[in-house]
């Protein structure tokens, strides 16, 4: 997909709406008249545009969660165990519980990175004065 087709397609949703200005409305059905591809991008944005109308007929009861969902979320919350704490962070996530091992952990991931790539470069520059004195 070229650049203009892109560009073509992300206005699709504001044209199908008519929300666009005049000028660019126009500018967007002379690429249609001529681009397969965004005649076809534009065929599935009116079935979307479709179907998100017949969904706004959807009465706010068939909407509404279950009976009674929140108090059963909330009393498995306060459970304890790792059933009741699943919905929270994990020990030491947020709390800093182990601070320490988690800037050790950084340092050495840090000094793994740099090693590997200092490997990478080191044997890129090998392979190079090889081929140039080849």
Known sequence: ??????????????????????????LVAVHLRRCADCQAELAHQRTV?????AMGDVAAEDLAP???????LLAQAERPGLRGRAAGPARGAI??????????FLVAGAAVGTAAGYATW?????????????
């Not at 997909?1 to 199908?16: G, T």
């Not at 279950?66 to 059963?72: E, H, K, N, T, V």
């Open 66 to 72: 279950p009976a009674g969902l929140l108090d059963s």
């Open 49 to 53: 545009l479709a179907g998100l109308a």
């Open 95 to 104: 709390s800093g519980a182990r601070p320490g091992l988690s800037a050790a």
């Open 122 to 134: 080191r044997g890129a520059k090998a392979v190079r004065s090889r081929v140039t004195r080849s």
């Open 1 to 26: 997909m070229n650049r203009i087709c892109a560009e073509v397609q992300a206005e699709l949703p504001d044209h199908v709406a008519g929300e666009q200005p005049w000028w660019r409305r126009r």
